[in-house]
Nanobody, 114 residues
Framework: QVQLVESGGGLVQPGGSLRLSCTAS????????MAWFRQAPRKQREFVAA??????NYLDSVKGRFTITRDNAKNTVYLQMNALKPEDTAVYFC?????????WGQGTQVTVSS
């Protein structure tokens, strides 16, 4: 029903910035609640940020550093990540949710290391 493709990951030093993008194919993008999750090696997948008609939600540890935005005309959601820390290292996944159904992208690797 919807396919998601993430991009923008890479290697960055602590304190640096990255901007992730997730582009959706299919119809009805504006009706989906969009979110970012991440999964570090040998760890469970963790919620990072979400954006919906009523506003945004963030994981406490990324508040003030990460910003989620969306452009419905481009079927794209973004995650601007500033002041990155080594503990932000993970594969970041884009998520779309509608009516209890979840759709996931393939993930993009973010590595924060000196």
């Amino acid at each position: 029903q919807v396919q998601l493709v993430e991009s923008g990951g890479g290697l960055v030093q602590p304190g640096g910035s990255l901007r992730l993008s997730c582009t959706a194919s299919g119809s009805g993008f504006s009706l989906y609640k969009m979110a970012w999750f991440r999964q570090a090696p040998r760890k469970q997948r963790e919620f990072v940020a979400a954006i919906f008609s009523g506003g945004t939600n963030y994981l406490d540890s990324v508040k003030g550093r990460f910003t989620i935005t969306r452009d419905n005309a481009k079927n794209t959601v973004y995650l601007q990540m500033n002041a990155l820390k080594p503990e932000d290292t993970a594969v970041y996944f884009c998520n779309a949710r509608n009516g209890g159904f979840d759709f996931w992208g393939q993930g993009t690797q973010v590595t924060v290391s000196s």
